[in-house]
Each structure stands twice: as C-alpha cells, then as structure tokens.
C-alpha cells in the first residue's frame, strides 16, 4: 500500500513539474504569447493586443499567483485555448489523438513481445544461430536514428519499390469509413510508420532481455528446477524469462518516452498526421497554445505509462511491495 | 538508444583498490587498454571515431572544394566532380558532408560531456550527502527522468533563439538524469567501503572526498555515461536540426538533412543528399554504441561472447 501511495506521490509530483514548467518557460522569455502572435500580423492595435492577451490567459495587471491558479484550472479541465488558425487546442488534439495512439500502442505492443522473445530465447541457447545474427543486427539498428531508418524505408518501399504509399494516413480523396477497403487503405499507410518504431525499439528490448537472462540462468533457482528435472521450456519461461522480465517492465515507461519522442520524427519524416505532425506544424507556426499543451499531453502519456508499468512490476514481484 | 537496465549495469567494472592509490596505477590503466583492444565491438567503435574525428579537425584533407559555394549546377545528381551531387542552390553534397562533421562530432561531445558533469554532480551528492539532500535532489532526477525530452525541447527551442548553442544548451539541461540515477546507485554502494571511512576519520573535507576518493572508483561508470548519452545525443541533436528546430545556416549533418526534405531529395532522384547524411549521423552514433557495449561486456564478465559451441549456462 504504501509503494502504490508513494508512485502516486510521485505521478502528482512530476505531473505538477510539468505544468509548471510548461507555465513559467514563457513567461521567463521575453514578450508572450499575445504578442508574439501580433508580431506577425501588421499594424498592432492595442486593444486587439489586450484582446488577446485576455483571450490566453495573460493579465499583465493579474498577479501571478492567481494567474498559476487560474492556468492549473484550466490545464486539469482541458482548456488549452485557440491555436494559431483559431481552432479550440483541445478539439485538434482529440481529432489527431486516435491516429498516434494506435501507431505507437500497436508498435510498441508488438515490439516488446518481439524483443522480449527474441531475448529470452537467444539467452537460452547462448551463441546459439539466432544468438549470434538477430541481437547484434538489431541492436546496431537501434542506435541508427529513428529518422533514419525511417528515410532508408521510404525510399526503398515507396520510393524505388512504390510498394507503400509515400506519405499520409489514408489516400487522399477518400472518405473514411467502415469498408474493407478503406481498413486495408488506412493499414498499408502505416505499415512503414510502424515498421520504422518496431525495428527501432525492438534491438534494445532484445538487448535488456537478453542479458537480464543471462544472468537469471545462472541463479541457484534456475539450477534447482534443472534437477528437478522440469522441461526446458517450464525453466525457460516460468523461472528464468519471469525473474527477468521484470527490469524490463520498469523500462518500458523509460523506453516509451523515446517512442514517442521518435514517432514526432517519424510522423513528420512520413507527413502521418498524428499529434507528432502537429507538434511539428505547432513548431513552424510558432503556435505557442498548440505546443504547451502537446508538451503535457506527452508528458501525461508517459507519466500514465510509468505508474501501469510500477503497478504490473508490484503485482509480479512480491519483493517491490516489500521495500 | 540503448538504456541497460541490468542491475549489473550500475556496477560496470569491479572496484579495486589500487585505482585508489595515490599514483593513478598505470598497471590497471594498461590492463584497461588491453581489454578495450581485445573486444572487437570496442576496436571497431574506436575505429569509427578516430576516423570521424581526423575527418572534423582536418576537413580539407578530404575535399578542397568549398562546402558553402554554391556555384555548380543545381539538384545536380552524383558525378565523378560531385560525388554526392549538389545542393538545391547549387552546393557541392560531399563538401558539406565532410565539413559538417566539425560541428556535429563537437555538440555531441560537448553535450555528453556537460551532462555527466551535471548527472555527477547531482547522482554522487545525493549518494554521499544522504538524507534530506539526497531525497530532493533524487526526486528532481526522478521529475528529469520522466519529462519527455523532445517534446520538451521543442517547446523549450520554440522560445529561444535559434542555433547550435540553444540545442546544446537545452539537450544539456534535459539528458543528465538517467547517468544521475545510476551514479547515485553506485555511490551509494561505496558509501560504506573502508577507505571512505578512513578518509572520513582523517578528518578530510567533504569535496576532497568526493573528488579524491569516489570519484576515481566511478571512472568506468563515468565513461560508460558518457558513451551512452553521446549515443543518445548523436541522434537527438540531428533529430532536432531535422526539424528545422537548429539554426540552418550552420552547416551539420542535421541541417543538411533539414535542407534536402525541405527540397524533396528522396522523391526527385537526388536521394544520396538526404541518406548521406543520414548514415553519416548512424555510423557515428554506432560507433559510440559499439564502445558502450564493449564497456558493458568488459565490465560484466557473465555477458562476455561464449565461444563454446553450445551455451551450457555458467
């Protein structure tokens, strides 16, 4: 009881982190948000200047405090304010939401099972042929930068191959809708998305398995269920891969991060119109509402992350409760 | 990125004594080198980089044409004059590519370097003070930990003024926590040793503990953070230039990246100025990588290649 009271502490602790940060940064920079967006219209008035300072939230008479009081309300209650084309943050947001959500939970999902797999059974048969091709391989992949491996796929398969479409969710023109061919439409526009993010992230989870069951192996446990005579398999899976997954699940929240900092590159390399895109456009416009609230959007999937993978961690290993 | 996250990991090389002495034992420095030049993952990473860094210091050994003349044909595809081919106003590719290491190689181990000096100063503080201090200063790392690093740059870069300095600065500032977090594990682990307590009975300073004695014992952990933030960095640095988020008047492998999908290189035939730099940008971060691993592997004997035929567990 007292782990999961302390997690959440901490789930409080960095969300409010986050918020403040995301609060102070502009307000330490130079000028606001107001301003900034009148500086690239012409002709500043001033009354459309106090117009739109009221309308973000800055009340240059207001005290702070009650200005950070007034922000944090509104943040938990999803009012983010307009982006630069006048649209409610919150509505482009959602619009966007689904598309990353099911990029990045799909890929994430099949690389974890990949890698993990693939860890635990290149231990077990330690310099074995899958031990010596797939670790290696995959792990120098995983230290190419995700853009990369997202370029060299685009110009093989849609570029040279023409395999794969080039870029975008579905086919332009189309009306999505409940058909086949719209499903299959929508799923060969994020096969290389989800291919780059999979091959990315799955040389490390390999890597983390794989040596996490090197050491397992070797624990006087695993050595009583040998002389226990128990299957392979059983010894494999229920003493070794179980004990070893564990710094892996304390990972994944950590590994999660990189996802979605790398699916940011990955939408924008692909034009795959995700919240990542949006960021991306948020940056060029200098459309300032749109990026604060990407920041905690971002921030709170990961924080939600952390706190599912401490409580699986709880759930599997008695010893994490314990101390 | 490559996050080791076995508890061996925090622990990379067994913690002797004589590295302690008074003369930092060249024996063990010699012994060290012998092991790197051993691992053939090491060799290799070595090789990558001291390949790269001759490239960055002496640029004009491998091409005299000026990476900035824009005076060739435009989009003009590779050539025996341009190996590469040309810029879309007319730069040569090549040149750019080899004069673009000075920068990309400098931020990256400028960054690197910077964020283990943050992530010692933080991990092994809050290891050897304890107490309260340690409990504030693991909570701010554990807050770093968690932040998602680029979105948080981008916000951070939107604000600030463009440039190789603001991302070296802001990547500075977001990349040391995860090096703190082990570099707190480890300290903690040598807080009870003897010659701590020896130290702390001649009556020495907190600082000169720290700097003379810890510190000395977490070389290799130190080098390993180093090497795996610069792995890191590597790719961040060129993810953010990509963005368009650097300033791309200066020349990196980043910015030409930025310049050639802003120009569509992929799609119309000129593909070698986009994945030129985009290899470049890999081979370096693997041959950090590969250095990493072979630290992992020299520190932690049990996941050394076994060169039996079939792997009967130790």
Redesign the interface.
């Known amino acids: 009881m007292r782990y999961v009271a302390r997690r959440m502490g901490?789930f409080v602790?960095?969300l409010w982190?986050?918020l403040t940060?995301?609060f102070l940064?502009?307000r330490l920079?130079p000028g606001d948000e107001a301003t900034a967006v009148l500086s690239r219209m012409k002709g500043v008035n001033p009354a459309a200047l106090h117009a739109l300072q009221v309308e973000f939230g800055i009340n240059t008479d207001q005290n702070v405090l009650v200005t950070y009081l007034q922000y944090l309300g509104n943040c938990l209650t999803g009012q983010f304010g307009l982006t630069a084309a006048r649209v409610p943050v919150m509505t482009e947001i959602l619009d966007k939401l689904p598309w990353t959500l099911a990029l990045v939970g799909i890929t994430t999902v099949i690389a974890f099972a990949i890698g993990t797999m693939i860890g635990v059974l290149s231990a077990w048969?330690?310099?074995?042929r899958l031990?010596s091709i797939l670790p290696p391989l995959l792990?120098?992949v995983?230290?190419?930068?995700?853009?990369?491996v997202a370029?060299?796929l685009?110009?093989v398969f849609a570029?040279t191959l023409g395999w794969l479409p080039?870029a975008s969710n579905y086919e332009l023109g189309s009306t999505p809708s409940l058909t086949l061919g719209f499903a299959s439409d929508v799923v060969s526009h994020a096969i290389l998305p989800g291919l780059t993010l999979v091959v990315v992230t799955a040389?490390?989870w390999i890597?983390?398995m794989r040596?996490?069951m090197?050491?397992t192996?070797?624990e006087d446990y695993?050595r009583m269920a040998r002389a226990k005579g128990l299957p392979g398999w059983q010894i494999m899976l229920d003493y070794a891969a179980r004990n070893a997954i564990l710094?892996?699940l304390?990972?994944f929240?950590?590994?999660l991060?990189?996802v979605?900092?790398?699916s940011?590159?990955v939408e924008?390399?692909f034009s795959y119109p995700g919240l990542g895109y949006l960021?991306?456009t948020g940056?060029?416009n200098?459309d300032?509402p749109l990026?604060?609230a990407?920041?905690l959007v971002?921030?709170l999937?990961?924080?939600i992350c952390?706190l599912v993978a401490d409580f699986a961690s709880a759930l599997l290993d008695p010893r994490t409760r314990d101390s | 990125?490559?996050?080791?996250?076995?508890?061996?990991?925090g622990v990379p090389v067994a913690v002797s004594p004589e590295s302690t002495a008074g003369a930092p034992g060249s024996a063990a420095f010699r012994r060290f080198a012998q092991a790197v030049l051993r691992n053939r993952k090491a060799t290799a990473g070595l090789v990558i980089l001291a390949a790269m860094t001759v490239v960055a210091v002496f640029p004009q050994l491998f091409t005299n044409i000026d990476p900035q003349a824009a005076i060739y044909d435009q989009q003009a595809g590779p050539s025996a004059q341009h190996l590469l081919g040309t810029t879309q106003v007319g730069e040569d590719v090549f040149a750019q590519l080899i004069w673009g290491t000075r920068l990309t190689l400098l931020i990256t181990v400028i960054v690197s370097l910077a964020a283990t000096v943050i992530s010692v100063l933080i991990g092994v503080t809050a290891a050897y003070v304890g107490g309260m201090a340690d409990r504030s200063l693991s909570?701010l790392t554990?807050?770093f930990?968690?932040?998602?690093?680029?979105?948080?740059l981008?916000?951070?870069t939107?604000?600030?003024p463009s440039g190789s300095l603001t991302i070296t600065a802001v990547m500075i500032a977001t990349s040391w926590a995860?090096a703190a977090r082990q570099l707190r594990a480890q300290g903690l682990s040598l807080r009870t040793r003897d010659f701590l307590e020896a130290a702390k009975v001649r009556g020495e300073r907190r600082s000169y503990i720290i700097i003379v004695e810890i510190l000395p014992n977490m070389i290799s952990l130190l080098v390993a953070s180093f090497l795996g933030l610069a792995?890191f960095v590597?790719?961040?640095a060129?993810?953010l230039q990509?963005?368009?988020?650097g300033n791309s008047t200066e020349l990196t492998w980043g910015t030409m990246?930025y310049y050639s999908?802003q120009n569509g290189a992929?799609?119309s035939g000129n593909?070698l100025w986009?994945?030129a730099p985009?290899?470049a940008?890999?081979i370096l971060?693997?041959g950090?990588?590969l250095l990493n691993?072979a630290f992992?592997e020299i520190g932690?004997p049990?996941?050394r290649?076994?060169?039996?035929?079939?792997?009967k567990?130790?």
């Open positions: 901490l602790l960095t982190a986050a940060v995301n940064i502009p920079m048969r330690r310099g074995g031990d792990f120098i995983s230290t190419m930068p995700v853009f990369f370029l060299v685009l110009y570029v080039l040389g490390s890597y983390t040596n996490n090197v050491t192996l070797a695993v710094p892996n304390t990972g929240a950590m590994q991060g990189y979605l900092g790398g940011i590159l924008y390399t960021f991306y940056t060029t200098h300032l990026q604060s990407l920041f971002y921030t999937a990961i924080l952390v | 990125m490559t996050i080791p996250m076995t508890p061996e990991t909570l554990d807050v930990l968690v932040l998602p690093t680029l979105p948080l981008i916000v951070l939107a604000y600030l995860f792995v590597v790719g961040f060129a993810g990509f963005l368009g988020l990246l999908q992929l799609e593909a986009m994945l985009g290899a940008v890999a971060g693997t950090f990588a691993y992992d932690n049990a996941l290649p076994v060169r039996r035929r079939r792997g567990p130790a």
